[in-house]
């Protein structure tokens, strides 16, 4: 088991930034960020292993940033120029293989980004 424990959300103007962090209890080799708007299927924003591969939807590539410290077991989302589309509850993901069928979710965090 692992838990993931998030903070970082919050509301910003458009064009702001904002740093999202997820400290897991244990070393995981996969991290990353999902969001979900009501209505819509949760969607990966980025995720990262252990050795620092990345994987960002393409969709957000050039915007947002993912990093991972492997020491303390926290994975960072650093979010630049918002838009109000980037409004959503961000989840923090947590996996043992990139192709592990099990996933370990945080509670959530919400984003606000107003126009």
């Known amino acids: 088991q692992v838990q993931l424990v998030e903070s970082g959300g919050g509301w910003v103007q458009a064009g702001g930034s904002l740093r999202l962090s997820c400290a897991a209890s244990?070393?995981?080799?996969?991290m990353g960020w999902y969001r979900q708007v009501p209505g819509k299927q949760r969607e990966l924003v980025a995720r990262i292993t252990s050795g620092g591969d990345t994987d960002y939807s393409d969709s957000l590539k050039g915007r947002f940033t993912i990093s991972k410290d492997n020491a303390k077991s926290t994975v960072y989302l650093q979010m630049n120029n918002l838009k109000p589309e980037d409004t959503a509850v961000y989840y923090c993901n947590a996996r043992n293989l990139l192709n592990s069928p099990v996933d370990y979710w945080g509670q959530g965090t919400q984003v606000i980004v107003s126009s």
């Open positions: 244990r070393n995981i080799f996969v």
